[in-house]
């Protein structure tokens, strides 16, 4: 058995029992874990779907076509952080930090598009104190705004730290391959509820 000292620096390829690297296996407990987080707020969220007394009500308030305009890009990104890490691989720094600024930039116009319709939202009267759909709504979609952010800080960190001697290459690869996981676990949350919340609410029988 490897011990410390003779791992590379980070520990990139240690050597363990389920063959996966200590903080790997970790990335995807956790990601299993908000598997069921998430899971629990949606079956919240259909639970409560159309009991609400008063309105609005998601056909009143829910514009699909800009809905659709953030999902697209949010999806982007998921294919410019793959570019991101091939180029990683190749070791080719400068290709790696375009495409993991242009991952950034695509959650962070994500995340505007969420702010505007927040604000579009209460605006029409729909606040989280509204009715059940409300709660239910600005809860599990804020929650996921929540995670694209964290999201977001970890990949601009990693740009920073792109820029250290020695700090990301192919070689040390590893903090790089856990934000990709979590980057497309966010966006695949995303279609979830997409799907669920957004083409289910405004077109009935879809």
């Not at 620096?9 to 240690?14: D, F, I, K, N």
């Not at 296996?25 to 009991?51: E, K, P, R």
């Not at 990104?77 to 930039?105: D, E, G, H, P, Q």
Request: charged share 10%.
């Amino acid at each position: 058995m490897a011990n410390a000292q003779s791992l590379p620096h980070g520990g990139e390829h240690e050597a363990t029992s389920t063959g996966l690297n200590h903080r790997k296996l970790l990335m995807w407990t956790f990601l299993g874990s908000d598997c069921m987080f998430f899971g629990t707020l949606i079956a919240t969220y259909l639970v409560h779907q159309g009991n609400s007394v008063v309105g609005p009500f998601p056909e009143d308030v829910f514009s699909i076509p800009v809905t659709s305009v953030s999902t697209f890009v949010l999806l982007m990104s998921s294919m410019s952080m793959v570019l991101a890490y091939a180029a990683l691989r190749r070791n080719n720094l400068k290709v790696f930090r375009i495409w993991l600024t242009s991952t950034a930039i695509m959650g962070m116009t994500f995340l505007a598009f969420q702010v505007f319709e927040f604000r579009d939202f209460a605006v029409h009267g729909l606040t989280p104190r509204t009715n059940l759909f409300g709660t239910t709504f600005f809860t599990l979609t804020g929650f996921h705004g929540a995670h694209v952010t964290l999201g977001v800080v970890w990949l601009l960190s990693l740009l920073f730290h792109s820029f250290r001697p020695g700090q990301v290459s192919a070689e040390r690869h590893l903090d790089v391959d856990l934000a990709a996981l979590y980057w497309h676990f966010v966006d695949i949350v995303w279609i979830v509820i997409f799907t669920v919340v957004y083409l289910f609410g405004v077109f009935e029988g879809f």
